[in-house]
């Protein structure tokens, strides 16, 4: 069996880099993971840095020696030097330090013969190279250039933190380095107690290592476990801890799922050159035959890009039958990619092209995978993307096109926008006008959707389909049922803001700020007349020009009072707005602007709606009050208290539009709700944080959430608790309240329990929780984690909840390996 490993870098959109990879490989080897999980029926993949992430806890880089000079000249200090002139001699006895070649050598006795060119050392050996390997021994015998010789009873420590500990080692041509009875770790040695064994290590009847190849051999090895055998190895080799990038096999792993029956793939990685490399993957399937799997990477002077290929002639495809997958071939492409233009612009790509969009999903491809190893759910797509982003010193450029797959069953690709592009920049003025800061942004957004997204609001709506766009009547599609969450056809639009603000702060300590902004968005849309949509829209080609023209004033006024026990600041907080009403409010598409939270985050916001398709006008006032108290002795509390008023003109937030935006937020009426903010930290271990809104006319809880947090030394918690007022014209017909928590104990020096539970008050259970426990070190990992959460199996249209158990095993410098398994009759994996 081929065993091997594989260091993983993540390929990002924001920072490109070539992955790492090494190989090793094993002949009849029984890996870790299958000894510990022996007996499992159901089995799938997740890679190791797709499961709960525990790395290795970093020790100080031991610093290199200074370099011996490498000038053909032996310098030599001892407590007594003898020159044997007859036999060409030299003995060094007492305290022996010797420095040749670059190498240093110090012992209780050396001779070096001349005749011979034979080195013998003696005597508490330690010997130290160029390299800053050490090298420990009882007796040492060299040639004077070090290609050949022997050691007796020795220890080599490398600059890598790893070990090698053998009865003897023989050393050939300086190529080859022979140890007998050999015993390598990359645990260092118990303080307490040296001679203990290490956590983990690696016997060897003999252990051969190749310095030209820079591979490590052993034969007859066996795995221990602080001294106690748990694997034998006939054969096993691995690169030597300084190689990044080595041709061979990777870790084999093997996968089970209904549809393919069971897979087993070895992967093969080719360094074809330092920047370059190529990694096949073939799997072997029961049922449908060999998936072949391809992935090209390279790493430039500027950047990084790899591309992804996979296909499979199906030998049943009746599997998938009703299904995307009911074909004989499916494959498909996809490939990242990113570059540094200079040391403020970078160009990137996404791109996946498929066969049909269930392909990743029915084959379980890991690299599309979630944190847990669960396949990512229908409400996440796939993205293909090109952009270009600049970062100033007081600027932002960002531009991109974007084309969203869904492949998930409840997923209807014509109601998935394609965005072609959307531009964001964003820039604030180096220099001072008018005594104040200006700044501008603008945003260019172009998107095509090919069918009208319905979504119900009414309970008759969701159980009868009358959201949805095979309806059988289509008039059922009122504001009164549905949202019309995305327009069919195209829809353009360009904005543009600048705003100016200065404070001023008189002679009583009173802080005025003045604003202005003027922002202009220019809208064109062409929309489809498609069943429905005339009831929320007028179909056919709109353009508009919307200009909304902002001026105000925002008044502080902060009180000090200064105690022996601390200082309170009371700061009453005034703001006003002057603008004209919203023009075209409701009448116009919108895409960005679907949420709508009124809390204290955004209260003195002069525009509360989250994106650029809705923007607030009429006159308003926002007012609060801002306490915070830092005591003496460590610790905080603050307090906001406010709330919005609608002074003149029309109120955005009571304007019904394609989604409701606005409705039910708290802002609909001319006195908003009450919105609310307590945070207190005693000290740095507790935080406790409440955040609420409050009904205007009756005082009742519409928003209300509680927080708070404990850290410690060795373990911390964390509960949120959330309760929300139902939302008719947005949805939510009933209230939703749960709890959800988290946290850690650490038990011991290495050992971390870990938890987290969802508890849905409304329905009564607990709908997701995770129990683990992990122990990580300098050289070891192991993490156990048992995990609840829904999941949509292979291409079905609703959830089902999975437990499953999680392991994760990582011996330093040899390999890091997970494996999940599935304890509710779903699919599951082992890697």
């Not at 053909?72 to 010797?98: C, H």
């Not at 949805?468 to 019309?484: E, G, H, I, K, Y």
Request: proline share 5%; with cysteine; glycine share 8%.
């Amino acid at each position: 069996m081929i065993a091997a490993l594989r260091d993983l870098l993540p390929f990002s959109r924001r920072r490109t880099i070539v992955r790492r990879k090494r190989s090793l490989m094993a002949s009849c080897a029984i890996p870790l993971g299958v000894l510990l999980l022996a007996g499992a029926a159901d089995l799938a993949t997740i890679s190791s840095a797709d499961a709960q992430s525990y790395t290795y806890n970093p020790r100080p880089a031991r610093p290199r020696p200074p370099q011996a000079a490498n000038n053909g000249q032996m310098l030599v200090q001892a407590t007594e030097v003898n020159y044997d002139y007859n036999n060409k001699r030299v003995s060094a006895v007492g305290n022996v330090q010797m420095f040749y070649n670059g190498t240093s050598v110090e012992a209780d006795r050396l001779i070096y013969d001349q005749n011979t060119k034979r080195l013998r050392a003696e005597g508490n050996v330690r010997m130290t190279d160029a390299t800053g390997r050490i090298t420990y021994a009882n007796m040492l015998d060299l040639s004077d250039d070090y290609r050949d010789g022997f050691v007796d009873s020795l220890r080599v420590d490398t600059a890598e933190d790893t070990r090698i500990a053998a009865s003897r080692a023989d050393r050939t041509d300086g190529d080859y380095n022979v140890f007998q009875n050999g015993v390598y770790t990359a645990c260092a040695p118990c303080r307490d107690n040296p001679k203990k064994p290490p956590l983990w290590q690696v016997k060897g009847a003999r252990i051969i290592h190749d310095q030209v190849d820079k591979m490590l051999y052993f034969e007859n090895a066996q795995l221990e476990f602080f001294g106690v055998p748990l694997a034998y190895l006939p054969y096993f080799s691995t690169p030597d801890p300084t190689v990044k990038r080595k041709t061979g096999f990777l870790m084999p792993f093997l996968t089970s799922n209904s549809t393919f029956g069971v897979g087993f793939e070895v992967p093969f990685y080719w360094a074809l050159a330092p920047d370059y490399d190529l990694t096949l993957t073939p799997r072997i399937t029961t049922k449908q035959g060999v998936l072949m799997q391809a992935e090209f990477r390279q790493q430039l002077l500027n950047g990084a890009y790899q591309i992804r290929a996979y296909g499979i002639n199906q030998s049943d495809p009746s599997v998938f039958a009703g299904q995307p997958g009911d074909r004989n071939f499916r494959g498909g492409v996809d490939t990242q990619g990113q570059f540094a233009l200079n040391d403020k612009w970078v160009f990137g790509w996404e791109g996946v092209l498929l066969s049909d969009r269930a392909f990743f999903l029915d084959y379980r491809l890991s690299q599309y995978r979630d944190s847990w190893g669960t396949f990512l759910n229908q409400s996440t797509e796939a993205t293909s993307q090109i952009y270009l982003t600049g970062v100033g010193n007081r600027s932002y450029f960002d531009l991109r096109a974007i084309h969203y797959l869904g492949w998930a069953a409840a997923d209807i690709q014509g109601q998935i926008p394609v965005v072609h592009p959307v531009l964001d920049y964003n820039k604030t003025l180096d220099h001072n006008i008018f005594g104040g800061e200006f700044s501008y942004k603008t945003n260019l957004t172009s998107l095509s959707r090919q069918t009208a997204q319905f979504d119900p609001i009414t309970t008759i709506a969701n159980t009868s389909g009358l959201c949805l766009n095979t309806s059988a009547d289509p008039a059922a599609r009122m504001p009164s049922s549905c949202l019309l969450r995305g327009i069919p056809g195209t829809y353009t639009r360009a904005t543009f803001e600048g705003q100016w603000r200065r404070s001023f702060t008189d002679s009583w300590g009173q802080i005025w700020t003045p604003f202005a902004s003027l922002r202009v968005d220019a809208i064109d849309s062409s929309i489809s007349n498609q069943p429905g949509v005339s009831n929320y829209l007028p179909v056919g080609d709109t353009q508009a020009l919307r200009v909304m023209p902002t001026i105000g004033m925002e008044y502080r006024y902060p009180f000090i009072n200064v105690q022996p026990w601390g200082t309170t600041t009371i700061e009453p907080i005034a703001q006003v707005i002057i603008r004209p009403n919203e023009t075209y409010a409701g009448k116009l598409p919108n895409e960005d602007a679907q949420s709508m939270v009124f809390d204290t985050s955004n209260l003195f916001s002069v525009d509360k709606f989250s994106g650029y398709d809705r923007v607030e006008g009429g006159g308003r006032a926002n007012v609060g009050i801002q306490a915070t108290t830092q005591f003496d002795r460590g610790g905080a509390i603050n307090v906001l208290f406010g709330q919005s008023y609608q002074l003149f003109g029309m109120n955005s937030y009571a304007v019904k539009d394609i989604t409701n935006t606005g409705l039910d937020s708290g802002l609909a009426t001319a006195r908003s709700d009450y919105v609310a903010r307590v945070s207190y930290s005693p000290n740095s271990t507790y935080k406790f944080t409440t955040r609420a809104r409050f009904d205007e006319a009756t005082g009742s809880v519409n928003r209300f959430e509680a927080e708070a947090s404990a850290s410690f030394n060795r373990w911390s918690i964390s509960t949120i608790y959330g309760s929300y007022a139902a939302q008719p014209d947005l949805g939510f017909l009933t209230r939703r309240q749960g709890i959800l928590t988290t946290g850690s104990v650490k038990v011991a020096s290495n050992w971390v329990v870990s938890g987290g539970a969802r508890w849905d008050l409304e329905a009564n259970r607990i709908n997701q929780y995770i129990v683990g426990a992990g122990y990580v070190d300098d050289c070891f990992v192991l993490a156990l984690n048992y995990v609840t959460g829904y999941a949509y199996t292979n291409y079905g249209t609703t959830p089902t909840l999975n437990h499953s158990v999680m392991l994760q095993i990582g011996l330093r410098t040899i390999g890091m390996s997970a494996m999940q398994q599935s304890v509710s009759g779903g699919t599951s994996g082992l890697q």
